[in-house]
């Protein structure tokens, strides 16, 4: 069945430092991939989201590229603020438009 | 626009006892969602409605979760009886219509968030 695996937090940098939490599926037929994100006290939101192969999310400083050939979806940042400090879950959803959640990684970021 | 509300945002009980959880999603959204977090996991869909009709309820545990949206709006999750490992946040989730851009985003509620002792 359809499944996401992530990188275990926490993930603990320096602000202005770079983000990268991995992200890789296994899905049969094409699934759109997404990044939402917990800030602390908050529900989850959407980051970002890519529908198909190559296709590049974005969304405040954050980018995810879909990559088929290597059924990954990494979220990237150049450089992390303190109010990036949360959880991080990948997701996919394939034709039943159900959301597979990764496991989370937890992002601290200190000054 | 006014979010997915929830109530309550926080329950205690004892095992055997019922519980319930209400969910209004956004205005104009066809298809509601409940996930169940446990502490360390993500969450995990429970069931699925397009209006006020189940599309997958696979990973309801029927023998004591029940879900309803009888007039294909808001919803209600009730267990019965809790077992101490239902403990754990349940998030109710709205999305667009098919016709909408996006329609595959799903907008989450606050949770609730259920101890059971």
């Known amino acids: 069945g359809n499944s996401v695996t992530q990188m275990e937090g926490p993930v603990t940098l320096s602000e202005e430092a770079f983000l990268t939490i991995n992200c890789t599926y296994t899905a049969t037929g094409y699934p759109s991939l997404f990044w939402y994100v917990q800030y602390p006290g908050e529900g989850l939101q959407l980051l970002l989201k890519?529908?198909?192969?190559?296709d590049k999310g974005s969304n405040k400083g954050f980018e995810a590229t879909y990559r088929k050939e290597t059924t990954s979806f990494h979220l990237e940042k150049g450089s992390v603020q303190v109010s990036d400090s949360a959880v991080y879950f990948c997701?996919?959803?394939?034709?039943?438009?159900?959301?597979?959640f990764g496991t989370g990684t937890r992002l601290q970021v200190f000054p | 626009e006014a979010g997915v509300a929830q109530s309550p945002r926080y329950k205690i009980i004892e095992k055997r006892q019922s519980v319930a959880f209400w969910c209004n999603p956004i205005s104009g959204h066809a298809t509601l969602y409940w996930y169940q977090q446990i502490l360390g996991q993500g969450p995990k869909l429970l069931i699925q409605f397009q209006n006020n009709g189940v599309v997958d309820d696979s990973q309801l545990p029927k023998d004591r979760f029940s879900a309803e949206r009888l007039k294909g709006v808001d919803s209600t999750l009730k267990i019965q009886p809790a077992k101490l490992e239902d403990s754990a946040v349940y998030l109710c989730?709205?999305?667009?219509?098919?016709?909408?851009?996006?329609?595959?985003?799903?907008?989450f509620g606050p949770g609730t968030r259920l101890t059971v002792l």
């Open positions: 989730a709205s999305s667009p219509p098919r016709w909408d851009t996006s329609s595959d985003t799903q907008y």
């Open positions: 890519a529908t198909k192969a190559d």
């Open positions: 997701a996919l959803s394939g034709y039943t438009d159900k959301l597979i």
